[in-house]
């Protein structure tokens, strides 16, 4: 009984703590306590679960509590943003074991930047005092649209030099692993809803930074769209503006809201900025002519997310990126935007607030994804057979 | 071995087709072939599927073939429209048995609607020969906004005395049957994915009629939202517009492109069209007036397509509704809109064109939908119990 079809439905329930004893796993399954039992220690006896103290039960003795190995394998993060890079290591079970953030100007040849990543996740490693060997799946956020199935960029504004290069190659010759590669906002809003908001269906996730993404959760899971392309607010275009965009477009959101576009708006007014973290710190500080920008910007932020409300329905709408410490002037902006171009029932159970994650969010995110890749049907089947070969 | 959660996956990969016989359901199960064995037999004993043939096998005899029973239960459908009602019974294998489509005021006290509806679906039992007591799904469509947990209209602007009204209570008195109310578009958003493209992993259909909704499929499956509000997309804001609309907001698409809105415009230049049909039949003779509005209207839905083109990456846009008839006016503007205002990478894999299904999108998707939940775990559970009591 070491069918990975067999032992993924059990493994998840594990993981995700919504059965840990064989009965409970019995009831919630289906399967009969035989068939629990058998599959159970074949999951024992291949390491893929311990046994952890005992669950009250219902009478009798009390039952075996099950949890995930947490030293059944690694993972490794790289979640590469315009201008900075958060590297993390963690245990299956998801804790954090080291972590570290790095500058990094994106938009150069992807080998560079991958040796250079994959110099500090082993760093990371020996911080940690764990093995390369023991990595089964390493996750690489970027800024950029990419085809989930094979793990490139398709078109990347930030990055050209990235467009179609097989990110998962360069670790498939180093890691005994699998690799996943996804845009850096799908990974906040997964992190932020695996973390923060489990129990809601439909989430979206707005990141204000350099520029303006959005990843979508439905039904618990992530949206990519049919291209990789979903979330892709910051090019929907903002009634009356008509700024050139970077995308040869023009009045986009980004080019009238993003981060870079106010940090030029207050440069042309005299106030040295040239970032977005410069924007947020202007701002933060009280700055004038910053804030007014920061909540103009939250007003057609707000405008085009009601649309999207409008459409979609969502939950809630979680807002990050390095403009979002600023809570109340970015935030009260998009509410209000929100509030007056949506209609009043696909907003009747609308939450809007600030990342509880914030900069983590990604890095989370990422190693949810790994967790739910190596605990899948074919993560198992690797699992297994890396121990009959090991 | 009846046992609803063991004998619902078998259900569904016959009912799809993606496996109908005892060796290929154990290969696409992973279960055992005696398990399938045994789980078959009890679906044959219980007539929820029958032998039907032979197909090729690997060797050695051929297999038999498994199908849904269609005999194991009837569908009622009362697809209520605006303007009219299109009735229908099927089988559970979804064949149409009967069908017919009545004019209809929707604005009436609930429980008259109902009684009105349910004497037509009497009288369509009558026509195909068949028993009130062997209906086992009632699915109602309506042109409002649908709890559909609870199957209630919800703040409806076109039925206004639906508001809350409990619409499975009256079947339930009535059949021994689950009832499910849905979103009219959801509906058709259902039937022209499962009947045309089940290959399709994300796809929109569009409703031009009187009014302008959308109907969402996200992984193959709808998406209502967090309130059954999702694709409400007649009232997302036309920039530069500021017609008042009903829902109280000025600007609404559907208050500036919607089929009702059209009829004013033309009965404001002269041309008499009290309805979204008189507009289409107008347009459809040539009516250089008409084809104007049609061709403006259609300009003012791309635009808006664009922005949800760049939010939800779809595979395909489908157009359907009453002016969707006048395929290339209307198509060719709204492609032109989305053309133009979304990135690229969005439409990399994007079709847009008009509804196979037509008028039958509705129904279709609701037998579509009554198959599934009659053939889910609850589904199973019900008709086992009604067997045995029966």
């Known amino acids: 009984m070491t069918d990975p079809e067999a032992l993924s439905p059990l493994l998840r329930h594990i993981a995700k703590g919504s059965a840990t004893t064989r009965a409970h796993l019995a009831r919630t399954t289906g399967l009969s306590r035989s068939s629990v039992s058998q599959r159970v220690d074949a999951l024992l006896s291949n390491g893929l679960v311990i046994e952890d103290g005992t669950a009250p039960s219902d009478g009798g003795r009390p039952a075996l509590r099950l949890r995930i190995n947490a030293e059944a394998g690694l993972i490794l993060v790289a979640d590469l943003g315009a201008t900075q890079a958060r590297f993390a290591v963690s245990d299956l079970a998801g804790a954090e074991l080291a972590s570290g953030v790095q500058e990094l100007v994106i938009d150069q040849e992807p080998i560079q930047v991958l040796a250079w990543a994959d110099r500090h996740l082993r760093a990371l490693l020996d911080t940690a005092g764990r093995e390369a060997r023991d990595v089964r799946a390493v996750v690489v956020g970027m800024p950029a649209p990419v085809e989930f199935g094979t793990g490139t960029a398709v078109k990347p504004p930030l990055m050209p030099q990235w467009d179609g290069y097989p990110v998962p190659g360069y ?74 965009c970077r995308c040869g477009n023009s009045g986009c959101l980004e080019a009238v809201a993003g981060g870079q576009a106010l940090a030029s708006h207050l440069t042309a007014k005299g106030v040295a900025a040239a970032t977005v973290r410069d924007v947020a710190r202007l701002a933060a500080h009280g700055n004038t002519l910053a804030r007014q920008e920061v909540r103009a910007a939250a007003q057609h932020i707000g405008e085009v997310l009601a649309a999207v409300v409008s459409f979609a329905n969502p939950s809630a709408i979680i807002v990050g990126g390095a403009l979002a410490q600023l809570d109340e002037v970015l935030l009260s902006g998009i509410k209000s935007g929100v ?52």
């Not at 695996?194 to 990843?215: M, Q, S, Y």
């Open 339 to 390: 509030h007056g171009g949506a209609l009043p029932l696909a907003q009747r159970s609308l939450r809007i607030g600030a990342s509880v994650l914030g900069e983590r969010a990604g890095t989370a995110g990422a190693i949810a994804l790994a967790q739910e890749r190596v605990l899948s049907e074919e993560g198992i089947a690797n699992l297994l057979r890396i121990r009959r070969s090991g």
């Open 171 to 244: 670790f498939a010759e180093r890691y005994d692993a699998d690799t996943l590669v996804d845009n850096d906002v799908n990974l906040m809003a997964l992190g932020e809803h695996r973390a923060v908001h489990p129990d809601l269906e439909h989430l979206l996730f707005i990141k204000v930074g350099t520029g303006i993404g959005c990843g979508i959760i439905v039904s618990g899971q992530l949206h990519r769209g049919a291209d990789g392309a979903a979330g892709d607010v910051g090019h929907i275009r903002v009634p009356g503006c008509d700024t050139p």
